[in-house]
C-alpha cells in the first residue's frame, strides 16, 4: 500500500511564528503536493514538486515555501504564520507515468493560528 | 481558468438507495478526471479515475462516467449503505499533473 505520511494531525501556532509540515512518501513517486482546504472552497494547489529540487507555484502561494532535499520528503514552510493561515493542509505524491497519475493522500494537518 | 462544481452540495438518501453525484467542468482540455471520498478529518481516497479518452470505470457498486465534450461526469452509487456517508469530491487533471477540486458533496445515507 502506498503511504503518504504527514507529520502532524493537529498543530497549534502562534502569529510570526515560522511552521514546518511534513511530508514523507514511500513509494518513490516523482510527484508530490502540498493543497489547503477550507469550508466552501474546497481544495487549492500551494505548491507542487516534480523532482528533487524543483518546485512549481500552485495557484494560492503566497505565505508559503516548499523544500524538497530528497525525493521521500516534501516540506510546506509558513515563513510568518497568520490567523488566515489557519486550514486543513494535505499533502500528496504521484508517480510520473502517463495516464497513472493517481494522487495519494495523507491524513492532513489541521492547523491552527492564533 | 478551469472551473469544477459539484451537485447537490449536500445529499441524505435512506439505505439501500441508488444515488447519482453530478460533477461539471469548464474546460473540456483534461487528461483525466478522479473521484475522491474523504471521511470528516481525514485525507482523500481515490475511487475511480477516468482518462479522458474513456467513457466510464466500475469499481464494485461505484459507476463513473465522463462527457468530455460537455464538462460532465457522475459517479453513480448502487444500493447505498451507511458506511457510503462521506464527501465525495470530483478533480480533474490539466497540465503538469496538476489536479483542481470541486467542492464536494456531502453523503448521508440514513438506516
Known amino acids: 500500500d502506498v503511504k503518504v505520511t504527514q507529520s502532524s494531525r493537529y498543530l497549534v501556532k502562534r502569529t510570526g511564528e515560522k511552521v514546518f509540515l511534513e511530508c514523507v512518501q514511500d513509494?518513490?513517486?516523482?510527484?508530490m503536493f502540498w493543497y489547503r482546504q477550507d469550508p466552501g472552497l474546497g481544495l487549492r494547489l500551494i505548491y507542487f514538486s516534480y523532482d528533487v529540487k524543483m518546485k512549481e507555484k500552485g495557484d494560492i502561494p503566497e505565505g508559503y515555501s516548499v523544500s524538497r532535499e530528497k525525493k521521500e520528503r516534501f516540506s510546506l514552510i509558513l515563513e510568518s504564520a497568520s490567523t488566515n493561515q489557519t486550514s486543513m493542509y494535505l499533502c500528496?505524491?504521484?508517480?510520473?507515468?502517463?495516464?497513472?497519475?493517481?494522487?495519494?493522500f495523507g491524513a492532513g494537518t489541521r492547523l491552527s493560528v492564533l | 481558468k478551469q472551473e469544477v462544481t459539484q451537485i447537490p452540495a449536500a445529499l441524505s438518501v435512506p439505505e439501500g438507495e441508488n444515488l447519482v453525484l453530478n460533477c461539471s467542468f469548464t474546460d473540456s482540455a483534461i487528461y483525466n478526471l478522479q473521484w475522491f471520498r474523504q471521511d470528516p478529518g481525514k485525507g482523500l481516497t481515490s475511487l475511480l479515475l477516468i482518462q479522458s479518452s474513456q467513457r466510464e470505470q466500475t469499481s464494485g457498486r461505484l459507476n463513473a462516467s465522463l462527457d468530455k465534450s460537455s464538462g460532465r461526469s457522475t459517479l453513480y452509487i448502487a444500493a447505498s449503505q451507511p458506511g457510503d456517508s462521506a464527501t465525495y469530491l470530483c478533480?480533474?487533471?490539466?497540465?503538469?499533473?496538476?489536479?483542481?477540486f470541486g467542492t464536494g458533496t456531502q453523503l448521508k445515507v440514513e438506516l
Open positions: 478533480a480533474v487533471t490539466g497540465g503538469g499533473n496538476k489536479l483542481t
Open positions: 500528496a505524491s504521484s508517480p510520473d507515468r502517463v495516464g497513472k497519475n493517481i494522487q495519494y
Open positions: 513509494m518513490d513517486h516523482e510527484n
